[in-house]
């Protein structure tokens, strides 16, 4: 993690460095505790990631931790 980019009612989004690659990411950690994966699968916001992941104006989803 490198620093805090914003924060929302639901969220916080940090700018991150990956070990292996160098490559800068966003971050985003949920404010609400969840308990399986299917759960956070199930968000809107995930599902529209995946759906919309190839089109050349929507950030690429990279993976989903719990």
């Given amino acids: 993690m490198i ?3 914003g924060e ?5 989004v940090f700018k991150a460095q ?3 690659t160098g490559e800068f990411v966003a971050v985003k950690c949920m ?3 969840y308990t399986n994966i ?3 699968n199930s968000l809107r ?3 529209s990631l995946k759906r919309l992941s ?3 104006n929507i950030i690429s989803l990279l993976e989903v931790l719990l």
Avoid: A, Q, Y
């Fill in 38 to 40: 299917e759960t956070v």
């Fill in 54 to 56: 190839t089109h050349k």
């Fill in 8 to 12: 929302g009612t639901f969220s916080e």
């Fill in 31 to 33: 404010k609400k505790k």
């Fill in 18 to 20: 990956v070990v292996k």
């Fill in 3 to 5: 620093k805090k980019l």
């Fill in 45 to 47: 916001e995930v599902r």
